[in-house]
């Protein structure tokens, strides 16, 4: 099957069982969407929605969270991964929206990939789901899934979102990243994955990428220990 056509079909697929793309962090504005992307590294969307109703109410636009001391925020965020390192990125964060932006959240991926704790796919996801830009945010989900459905071969997130700029329309991006990220979760999973139960897995997944999971899973830590435990008992 030619690229467009896989593309296509994955496209068919995806409008039909997510015609509608929520975005999953809870927020009220730009600056809130910011903060919430911010938080979200390394912790899941549930756990920010969790902690960001408390932090919002404190510090809704950035001169109010600019002018709090980091530790206050840390406690606010203290259920998140890497609270201490965030809560100074948001400070900081703050502070220069303030001092460089007028207070308002910058409408370019330069100026927001300055901003401290902003990322290339933090940056892509604002621009994306607050401002309307297309952009395709790659984290390391749809990494997983571009590689499993033979979309990109690439080692590193950032020639895969390129790989996948190439393969989709442009007019898709916004709407696609998340569609993605909703089928990840749902049908997807990066452990334990059943490829011929999966929508597209089971077509779109090629032999070597069966066999490179497969083989992954068998050198896991638990899988190592199965084999062992196995051997240790045979006469």
Not at 78 to 96: M, N, S, Y
Not at 140 to 167: C, F, M, P, Q, Y
């Amino acid at each position: 099957m030619k690229r467009a056509e896989k593309a296509a079909r994955i496209v068919a697929i995806l409008e039909r069982l997510y015609p509608e793309t929520p975005i999953p962090l809870d927020h009220l504005d730009a600056f809130t969407l910011l903060v919430a992307v911010v938080l979200s590294a390394q912790t899941t969307d549930k756990k920010v929605n969790q902690v960001t109703p408390a932090l919002f109410e404190r510090a809704p636009t950035p001169a109010a969270l600019a002018k709090l001391d980091v530790d206050e925020v840390r406690g606010l965020i203290r259920e998140v991964g890497l609270a201490p390192q965030k809560a100074k990125a948001l400070v900081g964060l703050a502070k220069k929206l303030v001092d460089e932006h007028g207070g308002e959240v910058p409408r370019s991926f330069e100026a927001l990939e300055a901003l401290p704790g902003v990322g290339h796919k933090t940056a892509s996801v604002v621009m994306a789901q607050a401002f309307g830009v297309p952009a395709f945010p790659v984290d390391t989900h749809i990494h997983r899934l571009a590689k499993r459905w033979g979309l990109s071969s690439a080692k590193n997130v950032e020639v895969t979102e390129r790989d996948l700029k190439r393969t989709f329309d442009r007019a898709l991006w916004n709407r696609l990243h998340l569609q993605i990220i909703f089928f990840g979760r749902e049908h997807c999973p990066a452990l334990r994955h059943d490829f011929d139960a999966c929508p597209i897995c089971s077509w779109a997944a090629s032999g070597a990428a069966r066999r490179a999971e497969a083989k992954a899973a068998d050198g896991s830590p638990r899988a190592s220990s199965k084999a062992r435990r196995a051997s240790s008992k045979a006469p």
